[in-house]
C-alpha cells in the first residue's frame, strides 16, 4: 500500500517536473521513483495488512508480484531514450507521469480484496496504456492503435463489470473471500440447479473474458498484433511485461480464492483456450517479417503457458507463475531494448524499420547488442542456461504433476508448440550473425548500456541458479 501512496505522490512530481527547462532530470527522477516504491514494497514482507476497509491486502505472493511489476517499470524506464529528441511533439514528464500512474493500478491488481479495487486497478491501468499506445500522435499507426485498443479495452471492461455485477447478485459480497465462502457453501454438484447458479455461472464467465483480454489469451486476442505494433516501442515493452503481469496475476488470484470449488465451471473451457492460445499465439509468429509483430504473438503464446500453471493448481503455482513472469520480463524487455536502438538506426524515410532484415550484421558492429539479442531469444524459445529454460521447466512440471491425463496432453501440446518457437526465435539470430548487413556502429549510452548487461546477467544467472530466487517466491 505505501508503494501505490508514493507512486501517486510521484507521478503527481514527475508532472511538476515537466516545468524544468532541463528534461534530462526525468529519467533519473522517474528510475529514482520507482527504486523507492520497490524499498516500501519489500518493508512488508513477511506481513499480512488489509487496506481501504479490506479492499486492499498485501502478503508475500502479492509483494512478489508486485517487485516483479516495479523491476520489470525500473528496467522499461531506464531505457526510455528518445522522449526529449523533439521538442515540439513529446512530452516525457507527461509520460513518465502517465507510466507511474499505470503501474498504481497494475500494483492494484495483485492486492485486491474486493472486485471494486479489481476493476479500479484496471481502469487505472488501461486509460493510461490508452493515451501512451497513442502518444506518437504523427504516427498513423500509433492512433490507430489507440483507437483499437480503446474500443476493444472498454467493450472487454464493460463485460466484466457486468460479470461483476452478476457474481454480486448471486452471491451477495464484493469480498473475493467472501464469494469463495459463498460458493463452497453451495452444493457444488448441482450448481446449476441452485437459483443463483446460472446467474454465478454467466457472472465468473464475464470476468473471466474481461481478464483473459487483458493477457492477451486466444480468442480475445485480436487486438493485441496491431496494438503492439502500432504502440511506440517503449510502450510496447511495458505493455508484454507490467500489463501481462498484473493481468495473470489478477486471474489467478481470483480463480484460486473465490472459485476453486466451481472449477469445472472455468478450469474445461480454460483448457481449450490454453491449447488454442498457445496454437495461435507460435504459428501466427512464424509467418511475421517484422521483429515487432513478432514479439506481440510471442507474448500471446507466454500467455497460454501461464495459464497452464493456473489450470494445475499445484503447490508449486505460486512460486512458478511468479519465476515465469521474471524470466518472460526480462528477456522481453530486453529483446525490445535491442529493436529500439536498431530500428532508429535502421530507419527508412523518418519511421523505424522493425523488419527481421534491420538486424543484419548486427554481431559485426554491435556484439553485445548481438549477445544481448541472442541471449533473450534464447530465453523466450525455453533453451537451456537461460532463465526461461527453467520457468517453462516448472510450468511443465505443474502439469505433469497433476493427476488428471487432460494435463499431460496440455504439457505435450505446450512442448510441440515450444519446439514451433525454436523456429521464429531463431530467426533474430541468425539476421544477427549470419546475414550480411551495412549496419555502423550504434553509441548507446552508459545506462541503456548498464540496463543491458544486468537484463542478460539476470537470465543467464536464473538460467544457472534457479533456486536463487524460486526459494524466495
Keep these: 500500500m505505501n508503494a501505490i501512496i508514493a507512486l501517486s505522490l510521484f507521478g503527481i512530481t514527475n508532472l511538476f517536473l515537466g516545468f524544468l527547462n532541463n528534461r534530462k532530470i526525468l529519467l533519473p527522477a522517474t528510475l529514482l521513483f520507482v527504486l523507492i516504491a520497490f524499498g516500501l514494497n519489500l518493508a512488508d514482507w513477511n506481513h499480512e495488512y488489509y487496506w481501504f476497509h479490506n479492499m486492499l491486502k498485501t502478503n508475500n505472493l502479492s509483494i512478489n508480484f508486485t517487485s516483479i511489476i516495479l523491476v520489470a517499470t525500473a528496467l522499461v524506464v531506464a531505457i526510455s531514450r528518445g522522449f526529449g529528441n523533439d521538442e515540439e511533439h513529446t512530452h516525457p514528464a507527461e509520460y513518465y507521469g502517465i507510466l507511474l500512474f499505470s503501474v498504481v493500478g497494475a500494483i492494484m491488481m495483485v492486492t485486491f480484496q474486493s472486485l471494486f479495487m479489481l476493476f479500479v ?156 492460445t498457445l496454437f495461435i499465439g507460435n504459428i501466427t509468429a512464424v509467418y511475421q517479417q517484422s521483429f515487432k509483430r513478432m514479439l506481440a504473438y510471442s507474448s500471446i503464446s507466454h500467455a497460454g503457458y501461464l495459464l497452464i500453471t ?93 493427476v488428471s491425463s487432460l494435463f499431460k496432453t496440455i504439457a505435450v501440446v505446450a512442448i510441440l508448440m515450444s519446439t514451433v518457437g525454436i523456429y521464429y526465435y531463431f530467426k533474430p539470430i541468425i539476421a544477427a550473425y549470419l546475414k550480411k548487413g551495412d549496419l555502423e556502429k550504434i553509441e548507446l549510452s552508459p545506462i541503456y548500456k548498464l540496463t543491458l548487461i544486468i537484463t542478460t546477467a539476470l537470465t543467464i544467472l536464473l538460467g544457472i541458479a534457479p533456486d536463487l530466487v524460486k526459494n524466495i517466491f
Design 121 to 276: 486497478g484496471i481502469e487505472i491501468l488501461s486509460v493510461a496504456m490508452y493515451v501512451l499506445t497513442g502518444s506518437d500522435k504523427r504516427n498513423l499507426r500509433s492512433n490507430e492503435a489507440a483507437l483499437k485498443y480503446f474500443l476493444m479495452g472498454s467493450f472487454a471492461t464493460g463485460i466484466m463489470l457486468f460479470g461483476i455485477a452478476l457474481v454480486y447478485g448471486a452471491t451477495g459480497s464484493f469480498d473475493i473471500n467472501g464469494i469463495g465462502n459463498m460458493v463452497n457453501q453451495a452444493k457444488l454438484q448441482d450448481i446449476m440447479l441452485n437459483p443463483y447458479g446460472p446467474i454465478l455461472y454467466g457472472g465468473i464467465t464475464l470476468i473471466f473474458v474481461g481478464l483473459l483480454f487483458k493477457i492477451s489469451a486466444a480468442p480475445f486476442h485480436f487486438w493485441t498484433p496491431d496494438v503492439y505494433d502500432g504502440a511506440p516501442s517503449i510502450f510496447t515493452a511495458f505493455m508484454s511485461t507490467v500489463v501481462k503481469t498484473a493481468g495473470v496475476a489478477a486471474t489467478y488470484r481470483l480463480l484460486s480464492i473465490s472459485f476453486p470449488a466451481v472449477y469445472g465451471l472455468w478450469g474445461n473451457p480454460l483448457v481449450y483456450i490454453t491449447c488454442l
Design 310 to 402: 493456473v489450470l494445475a493448481k499445484t503447490p508449486t503455482t505460486n512460486s512458478s507463475i511468479l519465476f515465469y513472469s521474471l524470466a518472460y520480463s526480462i528477456a522481453t524487455i530486453s529483446a525490445f531494448a535491442v529493436l529500439m536502438v536498431v530500428s532508429e538506426a535502421q530507419s527508412k524515410s523518418g519511421k523505424p524499420d522493425e523488419s527481421f532484415t534491420a538486424l543484419n550484421g548486427l554481431a559485426k558492429n554491435n556484439p553485445l547488442l548481438a549477445f544481448v539479442l541472442t541471449v533473450s531469444m534464447l530465453s523466450l524459445a525455453g533453451i537451456p542456461l537461460t532463465a526461461g529454460f527453467f520457468g517453462k521447466f516448472f510450468i511443465f512440471a505443474d502439469a505433469f504433476s497433476n
